[in-house]
């Protein structure tokens, strides 16, 4: 009787493991509902990933406002970026000479003030803009931003938040990095109004809202812009004048003190 009730354990265990293995292997069924989803997102992603390709190269003169410290401070700026990785922003006097640059020519950053003629110069890195402005992006990022581009990492998976009436967002979830990005859609037009990357637990690196567009030569570009994070610091750009694909050389993204 025993022997009757050991062996039938062991039967019983045996089908159960069986089972298990042959659940395992089983494919998984996605809904056809999921797979719309799925499909809407990747072709909201490209749309928004193809926006101004065709820009490489940009222009601009405006204000800047700057909040960081509970400070603020607003000056004239004007700006010149080449992709994928140099850009140049010099804040200019009442008399639009300029009073500090600043530029990376992907290779290294530099930092120049005209009044006392000093140079500062090291090498690019991932958070060397946040040392100046304290928020946690990069001049790629700045760059892509006041393209009209928004600046997705590649390799990522995308998925689709659908809020009916009040705008559908894109949350992008990094493969070979750990932050997540989220693109967020105007409910009326489906257009970008505003893009965030948050690190792996949740905190806000950045947040970028266009707040108007112009066109510009056929692309769309921002006429105001405003960057921030959770921590009260902010860069508000207002683009009072923008030029599309100007002819900029390698040499214009590295200074040098005279």
Known sequence: MRLHAVV???????????????????PVTVSPESKTIQSRADTLLQKALSANAGLESIKGLGRVQLKQNHQTTSFRAAWI?????KFRLEILAVSGQ??????????????????????????ASENALKRIVSVDMTADDLLDL?????????????????HP????????????????????????????????RRNPSGKLLFRAVFEKHRETEGFQTPQSLLISNDEGAEI??????????????ADQFKLKAS
């Open 236 to 249: 508000d750009f207002t683009v009072q004048q923008c030029w599309v694909n100007p002819e900029l050389t």
């Open 98 to 123: 300029p009073v500090y640059s600043f530029a990376t020519d992907g290779k290294r950053i530099y930092l120049l003030s005209y009044s006392d003629n000093r140079l500062y110069r090291r090498k």
């Open 8 to 26: 039938s354990a062991c039967f019983t265990i045996a089908c159960c493991c069986f089972l298990c293995r042959c659940a395992g292997r089983m």
């Open 81 to 85: 970026g080449k992709q994928p990785d």
């Open 165 to 196: 009436g009040s705008g559908d967002v894109l949350v992008i979830d990094g493969k070979g990095h750990d932050d997540i990005e989220r693109i967020f859609l105007d409910a009326d037009s489906g257009d970008v109004n505003q893009f965030e």
């Open 146 to 162: 006041l393209s009209g581009r928004l600046p997705i990492r590649p390799g990522g998976s995308v998925r689709l938040e659908e």
